[in-house]
């Protein structure tokens, strides 16, 4: 078709101020996992928005912070590599915290580069107007800034004006996907995104981002699909962590993870875990690849 539009519009911003609930929010399912703790999101999780003519692709990233560790480096790099090759560029601030340390790094990093951004100040349902109103004029300042939104990516408020905003900003381009698709993400990464969230939620302190889950197997027939997956610690006292008394811990990580599965691919799921040691998984470059990140970043 010769009026179509697409944009791939990037949502960047500091670790925990609702970059992947925007996401689910927008495409309306589940697609992108979502937890209290930072540095949920690893890799580029991509959600297909397509209304009348016009397709945009967001594309999640995992939050901007000052990294120490090989993973978080590749994963901001690979969040400011998502930002160069975007259309348009949306950075979340959580209206409560206002513009912190990591925010700044942001804005710096898109004033250096010359790139503009849209400003989304998330969270509204959780603070005040006044108070809303102050931060909105402190960051009108920024010449960083092409528009300013103000949204609670939870409820939905203002959500649909900032994707008319984006819609109507598209440029004339080809679709990439189809009308129906809502993600580019194999179901095989999807099914362990679920798993590592599951074990997000149930797991304390440090040790989920000690881990990863990859999917062995994923095995669909009519009416149900079969899935492996081995979760990946990096010592043996996390595995027993993970085990929990009598398997307690394992076993109603796997029911939460077989539930939600069951519920967003829509059939009945088999889930088999197991817990394996690899001390060295985060320095396996086969882990990067698999977010599409860059090992040396
Ligand atoms: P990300 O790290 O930027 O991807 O942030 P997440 O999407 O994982 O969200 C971090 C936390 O903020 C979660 O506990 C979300 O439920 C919460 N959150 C996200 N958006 C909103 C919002 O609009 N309002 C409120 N009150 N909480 C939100
Ligand atoms: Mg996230």
Known sequence: MADQKCAFVAILGAPNVGKSTLLNQVIGNKISIVSPKVQ???????????????????????????????????????????????????VLIDAVKGIDKNTSIVIQNLDKSKQKAILVINKIDDVKTDKLALLGAECSKSPV??????ISAKTGKGVSELMDYLTQKAPHAPWLFSDDEMTDMPDRLFAAEIT??????????ELPYHLTVETTSFKEADQSIRIEQNIIVERPAHRIIVLGRNGQMIKKIGQQSRIELTKQLGKKVHLFLFVKVRENWTEDPKQYKRWGLDFNA
């Open 40 to 90: 949920t999101t690893r890799g580029k999780v991509r959600g297909i928005y397509t209304k009348d003519n016009t397709q945009l692709i967001l594309v999640d990233t995992a939050g901007i912070f000052k990294p120490s560790r090989r993973l978080d480096r590749a994963m901001v790099s690979g969040a400011w590599t998502e930002s160069n090759d975007a259309d348009m560029r949306l």
């Open 145 to 150: 800034w092409q528009d300013i939104f103000y």
């Open 196 to 205: 590592r969230e599951k074990l997000f939620m149930n797991l304390q302190d």
